[in-house]
């Protein structure tokens, strides 16, 4: 099956510094990616859309100036989350979806970032 | 997107079969059933998807009620690895750029 990583799986930062997480579509190429993120016992809420060439569709509720997400091929889409606070620690999580005529979405396995 | 209801938690025995309802009755037509899961600290894993017929893949059964307002994932043989939660969502396939919407899911815990 098509294969998404991500990079790092996890990462700590200090408050107010800048974390930047990669997403791949290792096999295929994905003219659609979406990040979600997840909190403790809760389930994925979708953040943006983000598709290759173009500007990130954002969820309402989230800051696009602080959660910064680039798709500039069709394997790699990153999100940077600008000037981090400890509310922000989380489980990232991307998707990818092909191209036409396959619309299934694979998951990356998933960022965990903590915020000090 | 319809919305789907799924019980919060369910237990199975390893070896047993594990069936995981869903109600989803405000479902349109051109709305497919998709199930994923989630291990503890992993990204969600593709189970299986149907539209109306019933669906069989090497991990799971997918049964679709004929009016398509509820479906059962069937984990035949259960194991300890499929300890997870199991999400349900509806969604127009074959539709470029629409996301998976997640809700609470079902948290199956298969015992020994």
């Known amino acids: 099956g098509a294969v998404v990583s991500q990079h790092p799986s996890w990462v700590i930062c200090k408050s107010g510094t800048s974390v930047k997480i990669e997403c791949r579509s290792l096999d295929f190429q994905a003219t659609t990616m979406f990040w979600y993120r997840q909190f403790p016992k809760q389930s994925l809420m979708l953040m943006a859309t983000s598709n290759e060439g173009s500007k990130a569709t954002y969820e309402q509720g989230v800051e696009k100036d602080k959660f910064l997400i680039n798709h500039a091929s069709l394997t790699l889409s990153t999100l940077t989350v600008t000037s981090a606070h400890p509310e922000d620690s989380s489980f990232y999580i991307c998707?990818?979806?092909?191209?036409?005529?396959?619309?299934?979405?694979?998951f990356g396995p998933g960022t965990r970032l903590t915020v000090t | 997107d319809a919305k789907t209801t799924q019980p919060t938690s369910m237990d199975c025995a390893e070896g047993r079969a594990a069936n995981l309802p869903c109600n989803h009755s405000?479902?349109?037509?051109?709305?497919?059933v998709y199930w994923y899961r989630q291990i503890h600290s992993q990204g969600p894993q593709y189970i299986i998807h149907?539209?109306?017929n019933n669906e069989t893949n090497e991990m799971a059964s997918l049964i679709i009620t004929e009016d398509r307002k509820s479906s059962t994932l069937i984990l035949p043989h259960a194991t300890l690895r499929d300890t997870a939660v199991y999400y349900c969502?509806?969604?127009?396939?074959?539709?470029?750029?629409?996301?998976?919407?997640f809700g609470k899911g079902t948290t199956l815990s298969v015992s020994s």
């Open positions: 149907g539209l109306k």
């Open positions: 405000t479902i349109s037509g051109n709305e497919y």
């Open positions: 998707s990818a979806e092909g191209l036409a005529g396959e619309y299934e979405q694979y």
């Open positions: 969502i509806v969604r127009v396939a074959e539709q470029a750029g629409t996301a998976l919407i």
